[in-house]
């Protein structure tokens, strides 16, 4: 599933990524530097917040918001659902350690073009956390699970009740 982001939430996602760099500096927190093939943390940080607004459109989900020290594993919810947006430029949903997986649910995006985002696939903590595995991307070893042994975000909505995406109900995917 691609999803098309408004121009508004383009100017949304750099804001909220700048903002959240910018505050924790100004906190005295160093950001980490080393992930998704290195881009700036404010970089990471907009990607982030477009992926998670491609999820929350694609779905009618509340839009993401802003955390400064941590969203502690959550960026999203259905219902009493909790979703952690992870974007790939490697093709796996990575986690630190196990204990990162603190939402119900993952879903892994990739960033197609500067304003168009793949929903790639979806999986629960309870499978993850049984079927991960162990890869190094030259950053020391992280839990990993290859797009391909991911569920199929068409799933979703059968297996956790999630809301029709836009496709299913027939509507554009431009997010508003």
Not at 19 to 35: K, M, N, S, W, Y
């Amino acid at each position: 599933m691609i999803v098309t982001l408004s121009r508004r939430d383009m100017h949304a996602s750099l804001m909220m990524g700048n903002d959240t760099v910018a505050i924790c500096r100004a906190l005295g927190f160093t950001p980490r530097e080393e992930v998704m093939g290195g881009l700036t943390r404010e970089e990471q940080n907009v990607i982030g917040f477009k992926t998670e607004f491609a999820v929350a459109r694609a779905f009618g989900l509340h839009p993401p918001v802003m955390s400064i020290i941590s969203d502690y594993g959550v960026d999203l919810w259905w219902n009493d659902i909790s979703v952690d947006v992870k974007s790939t430029t490697t093709g796996y949903l990575i986690f630190d350690i196990p204990e990162q997986f603190r939402a119900d649910v993952a879903i892994l995006t990739s960033l197609v073009e500067n304003d168009r985002v793949e929903i790639v696939g979806w999986i629960s903590r309870d499978q993850f956390l049984a079927e991960h595995e162990i890869k190094d991307f030259k950053y020391g070893p992280r839990c990993v699970m290859h797009k391909d042994k991911l569920q199929p975000i068409s799933d979703i909505k059968a297996q956790l009740g999630f809301p029709k995406s836009a496709i299913e109900l027939n509507q554009s995917i431009r997010t508003a």
